[in-house]
């Protein structure tokens, strides 16, 4: 008769603790490491990035593919000062533009759901995998799903999913930190 008692709190408990579990996380504030950037077309882009929340600021010097074209472009989007910079490093060409738009948080939007915890790897041998939530959401007619590991909530995954197609971002070999403040600079040929 106690067993039968116990059995549905300890179930109720069970629950609640793995609902508690996949609340939404705070992504660090500062990262840098490598992207790579996957479009519809099947295009790949791939190279270096670094994320500001702090002082608002974000960078990115892709590598273009397009069939046998190659080429570099930099982006660096300074919000505060409230200018973007695209750079071309191969012909030293520069474009700079007054910035409005708000800083893009990599925090999850308020009405994202929660869809599975996965592991990135395996979990068959020790060490070999990392877990991770994978979540979706609406926010302006655009359809985020978004990968962040547990624990650390470090993006792993983002991809958007609008009227003109979708846009998957793959990021790794992350520091936590900004370890070379000196992307956050224009380079020359936008002076």
Same mark, same amino acid.
């Given at each position: ?6 059995? %549905?709190?300890?179930? *109720?408990?069970?629950?609640?603790? #793995? ?5 939404? $996380?705070?992504?660090?504030?500062? @990262? ?69 738009? %708000?800083?893009?948080? *990599?925090?999850?939007?308020?009405? #994202? ?5 996965? $592991?990135?790897?395996?979990?068959? @041998? ?66």
């Amino acid at each position: 008769m106690m067993l039968s008692a116990a059995l %549905p709190l300890c179930v *109720l408990l069970a629950l609640s603790s #793995a609902v508690d579990a996949h609340k939404p $996380c705070p992504p660090p504030d500062q @990262i840098q490491g490598l992207v790579t950037v996957m479009y519809p077309s099947l295009w790949m882009d791939y190279g270096t990035f670094a994320y500001d929340a702090v002082k608002e600021r974000m960078y990115t010097l892709l590598t273009i593919v397009r069939g046998d074209q190659h080429w570099l472009q930099g982006d660096l989007q300074l919000f505060q000062e409230g200018f973007a910079y695209q750079f071309f490093p191969g012909n030293k060409t520069c474009v700079k533009s007054p910035l409005s738009t %708000p800083f893009p948080s *990599l925090t999850l939007p308020k009405n #994202a759901t929660f869809v599975s915890s996965i $592991c990135l790897g395996t979990t068959s @041998i020790p060490d070999a995998g990392i877990m991770a939530d994978v979540w979706t959401a609406e926010q302006d007619g655009v359809y985020h799903s978004i990968t962040f590991t547990q624990p650390g909530c470090v993006p792993q995954w983002r991809a958007y999913f609008g009227s003109d197609g979708w846009v998957g971002r793959s990021f790794y070999n992350l520091t936590l930190s900004i370890f070379d403040p000196s992307v956050f600079t224009p380079p020359p040929q936008c002076q």
